[in-house]
T-cell receptor
């Protein structure tokens, strides 16, 4: 079983839609969860950072962690064409190195 | 906003040659990292560096690879005797060093080995 699983997509939605992106993981030691956005030929850009279970909201973005199910989500409200990118989940157990998902390609059409 | 900068943006080299990828981390950061991303694959950890020494490395980071902080601002990744399978995006990242402070990534160097 892979440590972090993420559907590669692509996920195509119309502008204004609510987007749900998800990752599952197998390592119960993971405590810190991040979402990065990666535009084509660019480096990962940190979007959200959460600790343990619960929700965190920042503007149009909401990150959700369910440690009991080993499942994390990123919701994007009122999606825009500029949100079209690859979204990578990443996680670690503290000082350890990040383990990334493969990334989900999101395409938001005008 | 301070950012991690990487040069060159694209490097083409012949198999067997040595390459040096360069990074300038954010100035007050203490931890430095190299990750790589083969086309279509996930971002993979290579090595972390703190206090002028390697703090952790993955099984990918074998004797072919080395890292150095030659001065107070640069952080380099050297790949000796490059192979075709070394073709990838190489990302440098840095963090302040507080527990689980998030990593800030550069825009990467695309290495093409022919």
């Amino acid at each position: 079983q892979k440590e972090v699983e993420q559907d590669p997509g692509p996920l195509s939605v119309p502008e204004g839609a609510i987007v749900s992106l998800n990752c599952t993981y197998s390592n119960s030691a993971f405590q810190y969860f991040m979402w990065y956005r990666q535009y084509s030929r660019k480096g990962p850009e940190l979007l959200m950072y959460t600790y343990s279970s619960g929700n965190k909201e920042d503007g149009r973005f909401t990150a959700q962690v369910d440690k009991s199910s080993k499942y994390i989500s990123l919701f994007i409200r009122d999606s825009q064409p500029s949100d079209s990118a690859s979204y990578l989940c990443a996680m670690n157990s503290g000082y350890s190195t990040l383990t990334f998902g493969k990334g989900t390609m999101l395409l938001v059409s005008p | 906003e301070p950012e991690v900068t990487q040069t060159p943006s694209h490097q083409v080299t012949q198999m067997g040659q040595e390459v040096i990828l360069r990074c300038v981390p954010i100035s007050n950061h203490l931890y430095f990292y190299w990750y790589r991303q083969i086309l279509g694959q996930k971002v993979e950890f290579l090595v972390s560096f703190y206090n002028n020494e390697i703090s952790e490395k993955s099984e990918i980071f074998d004797d072919q690879f080395s890292v150095e902080r030659p001065d107070g601002s640069n952080f380099t990744l050297k790949i000796r005797s490059t192979k075709l399978e070394d073709s990838a995006m190489y990302f440098c990242a840095s963090s302040p060093g507080l527990e689980n402070s998030p990593l800030h990534f550069g825009n990467g160097t695309r290495l093409t080995v022919t």
